[in-house]
């Protein structure tokens, strides 16, 4: 009866709910690092919708930290949450601050419990960036950061160098598949989840693809995120909620927050 009136989906949701949920946490800080070789794939949107999910579900002291120069991420909380001093202003503070309670100046805060650092409107140097990342690292579980496109960037080496573990985001087409996978090949695989952003039914074969290649490179299964509007529309107007979002989005973004608690 039970098999009747839930269905698969609705089962694996209650699944993942049930393991992020249970998840025992961390014992050191955990720097996750989201990259892309190319532009314009939603890394910023994989960024942030990962992080709200370490937030709101494994209960960790999580900050999402743009690091890109177009500052997407900063533009997702609503103005009302929005910090009013920059992540510079951070960086020529960061030897007075000594509680978490101080930086609640510089942080966007959000209803899920993430804390967000906009980037900063100056160029800032690779060796800046990391010493924000070590600084972070006293006060959040979890510092998730997103890249600008690239991986071989002097600030790009340096974040995944030292991050713990990376995501790496493509899209379906050939030319940014393909780009994407080659990168694979400078990653270390154990540590890295690829995300396909903006699949589609139709494009299953380009996805059987993707998947082939990856798995020659003894990476798990990428993760599938459909190309939804209504995700878009919330991070455009500030009112992002997961579980306000289609099952199939749902599903996909829980399972993207299981890929990298596993490996906290």
Do not use: W
Not at 92 to 115: K, Q, W
Not at 198 to 224: F, G, Q, T
Request: proline share 5%.
């Amino acid at each position: 009866m039970e098999s009747l009136l839930v269905s698969g989906s609705e089962r694996e949701e209650a699944d993942l709910e049930r393991r992020l949920r249970t998840h025992p946490g961390v014992t050191r800080p955990n720097v996750v690092a989201v990259a892309s070789p190319k532009g314009g794939v939603g890394k910023s949107t994989t960024a942030f919708i990962l992080a709200n999910v370490l937030a709101s579900h494994l209960k960790l002291h999580a900050i999402a930290v743009d690091a890109s120069r177009s500052g997407t991420l900063g533009r997702f909380p609503a103005d009302s949450a929005r910090a009013a001093s920059s992540a510079v202003e951070l960086l020529d503070r960061a030897d007075r601050i000594g509680t978490a309670a101080e930086l609640r100046h510089y942080v966007a805060r959000l209803p899920s419990g993430l804390h967000l650092l906009a980037a900063p409107h100056e160029r800032v140097g690779p060796d800046s960036y990391g010493q924000l990342v070590t600084l972070l690292s006293c006060f959040y579980e979890a510092v998730v950061v997103d890249l600008g496109p690239g991986v071989t960037g002097p600030l790009a080496r340096l974040a995944l160098e030292r991050a713990d573990q990376v995501v790496l985001v493509t899209t379906p087409d050939q030319i940014t598949a393909t780009i994407t996978i080659h990168a694979l090949d400078q990653l270390d695989g154990e540590r890295t989840t690829v995300i396909v952003n903006r699949s589609h039914p139709r494009l299953m074969p380009e996805l059987r693809a993707i998947e082939e290649c990856i798995e020659r490179r003894d990476v798990r299964r990428p993760i599938s995120v459909q190309d939804d509007r209504r995700l878009s529309t919330m991070l455009q107007s500030g009112t992002y909620s997961l579980e306000a979002l289609d099952r199939g989005t749902r599903v996909a973004v829980k399972r993207l927050g299981l890929a990298v608690a596993e490996r906290l």
